[in-house]
């Protein structure tokens, strides 16, 4: 099958052909309908996060069962599914705790002894990313890393939900669990940032002050729920969050992941405030804290994928969507084929578009 391949990092994806084997125990062959260009994929491809290469990037997916393996009996072929890197062994203490998005993922991969889901064509090795790699004509993945959706659901949109869209809604509704009528600030309104702008608008924030550096960016949040704007190329963040709501909000999220944005979200929290670190900040990169700011009850958080339990999730973001509650159209800037993959990623790297998802045949 054809992927997008990452061979040397930092660097650019190759289409090549990618070996993929049959569906053994647990496991699901699903035919690739779209997949989305995430920033955490660029982390990979920066090497702000390492991982092992040759490896098929891509984790924000949809799309439709093929054939399932001996002892999958959750779904069968033709299902409509969405793939999610948060895998559940649906045993270890964070499963059983309701953590699932924190597994600790034993037994979720082939046995290394053995020939692994992914290869290259002449039998070396080719690594799956975050147990999905979805830049590829098919994916396959154990049974845990997929929902099944309604068949009305566009599966476009639907990839979509597979990560940005969970992520950002999730950091509201799970991790941060903001109670109607908060104030809310969100640095960075990328297709994460968008969806925590949104999210927080459903939750019934009384405020949502949206920051980016582009004016792009700024219009596409407001029209996904934010009352105020600032762009901070021009201010400075901090200041400007403080006195529009007299001291500082109560809820604020980095959807970047950079050092300096999430110390800015500390910072403009009021006395009690939470911040949500959604972003991913490069591996090795500390961030500072005024240790003053304990006296304040301030408290800092982090957000794995919106804290999901993307089974129970996933089907309802579905549902917003389809009751008109969900703004996932505006979202998608582009659509693209799979050898567009690189021409996605520097677009993104403009700060202009919201997201580019790549349709497949
Ligand atoms: N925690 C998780 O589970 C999880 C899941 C998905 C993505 N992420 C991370 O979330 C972050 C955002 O992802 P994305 O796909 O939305 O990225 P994106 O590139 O689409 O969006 C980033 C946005 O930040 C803006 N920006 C950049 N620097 C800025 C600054 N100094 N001040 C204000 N705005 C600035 C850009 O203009 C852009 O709009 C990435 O770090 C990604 O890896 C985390
Ligand atoms: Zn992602
Ligand atoms: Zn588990």
Not at 179 to 207: E, H, Y
Not at 212 to 231: C, P
Not at 332 to 338: D, K
Request: charged share 20%.
């Amino acid at each position: 099958m054809r992927a997008a391949l990452l061979r040397t990092i930092p660097g650019q994806l190759d289409i090549d052909e990618v070996a993929i084997g049959d569906p053994g125990p647990g496991e699901v062959l699903v035919h690739t309908t779209a997949a989305g260009l995430c920033h955490s994929d660029l982390h990979f491809m920066t090497g702000a996060y390492p991982y092992p290469t040759p490896t098929v990037l891509g984790h924000e997916s949809a799309g439709v069962v093929e054939a399932v393996g001996p002892g999958v009996t959750y779904l069968q072929e033709g299902d409509h599914v969405i793939s999610c890197l948060s895998v559940f062994c649906g045993r270890c203490e964070f499963c059983l705790s309701g953590r699932p998005s924190l597994c600790a993922k034993a037994g979720l991969t082939r046995d290394l002894t053995g020939p692994q889901r992914l290869s290259m064509p002449d039998g070396s090795a080719c690594h799956q990313f975050l147990h999905v790699s979805s830049f590829a004509e098919h994916m396959l993945v154990h049974e845990n890393a997929l929902v099944k959706i309604r068949k009305d659901m566009p599966l476009d949109r639907a990839a979509l939900i597979g990560c940005s869209v969970t992520t950002g809604l999730g950091a509201v509704f799970r991790t941060a669990q903001i109670p109607a009528t908060s104030t809310v600030a969100v640095i960075g309104c990328g297709g994460v940032g968008l969806n925590v702008v949104q999210g927080a608008a459903i939750a019934g924030a009384s405020r949502v002050i949206a920051v980016d550096m582009n004016e792009t960016k700024l219009e596409f949040a407001k029209q996904f729920g934010a009352t105020d704007v600032i762009n901070a190329s021009q201010t400075d963040a901090v200041s400007a969050v403080q006195q529009l709501t007299g001291g500082g909000v109560e809820y604020s999220f980095e959807a970047i992941g950079l050092k300096a944005t999430a110390e800015q979200a500390w910072q403009m929290l009021g006395a009690g405030g939470t911040a949500t670190v959604v972003g991913m900040i490069p591996v090795g990169q500390s961030v500072e804290l005024n240790g003053f700011d304990f006296l304040a009850e301030k408290k800092i958080q982090g957000s794995n994928m919106g804290s999901n339990r993307f089974r129970f999730d996933m089907p309802r973001y579905v549902d917003l969507y389809m009751d008109g509650k969900l703004k996932l159209d505006e979202l998608v800037s582009a659509r693209i084929g799979l050898e567009d993959v690189n021409d996605g990623f520097e677009a993104m790297k403009t700060g202009e578009i919201a997201r580019s998802v790549i349709v497949f045949d």
